[in-house]
């Protein structure tokens, strides 16, 4: 085995592939080992992203917010039509996420100066400060997640990854990320 490489028979998604193909040989169970270990992947980078965010009275989903809010240049504002499509989600999870980051005084609810009908979010001071501050300790938080690949693995994986979204958005038109599980994320 290469200097680096896990053992691809012994983690608990490889166990459940090699049952399934015991249990029926016809059966493909092979993209498991790939949907299974993003899914494992997924929980664990999950579990470890969470509580420097919680720490700041923050959600995964309200740092992201104020992440693509201070994305933008000064004054640093989009309307929520624009968040969502910035963040990935629905209209509904921006909804809930800016309520409660308004609440806590680290955005600002307009009304558009061009269209009445319409608002304009804003990151205040506070919440620039707050995203000026986790993103550092975000950045640090995965890159400790990806310190065992080498920068060539990170590369390919990078790569890799971007192919396989890329024809996931190819088959939903692009829709993927309004999921119901987008809006339950907060």
Do not use: Y
Request: with cysteine.
């Amino acid at each position: 085995m290469p200097a680096g490489a896990a053992d691809q028979t012994s983690d608990a998604v490889a166990m459940i592939v090699a049952r399934w193909r015991e249990i029926d040989p016809e059966l493909d169970p092979s993209p498991m080992l790939i949907i299974g270990r993003l899914h494992r992947i997924a929980a664990l980078t999950d579990a470890r992203l969470r509580p420097p965010f919680a720490a700041a009275g923050l959600s995964n989903g309200d740092f992201d917010l104020l992440a693509a809010l201070r994305r933008q240049p000064p004054p640093h504002e989009l309307n929520p039509g624009q968040l969502a499509d910035a963040m990935m989600v629905t209209t509904g999870a921006t909804t809930k996420r800016i309520d409660r980051l308004e609440a806590q005084h680290l955005v600002t609810r307009r009304i558009c100066d061009d269209d009445g009908r319409s608002r304009v979010i804003a990151l205040t001071d506070r919440g620039r400060a707050t995203v000026d501050e986790l993103i550092r300790v975000h950045l640090d938080n995965e890159a400790s997640l990806v310190r065992e690949l080498t920068v060539e693995q990170r590369a390919g994986l990078a790569g890799l990854l971007a192919t396989m979204l890329s024809s996931l958005e190819g088959l939903s038109g692009g829709h993927l990320a309004h999921s119901a599980r987008a809006d339950s994320e907060q």
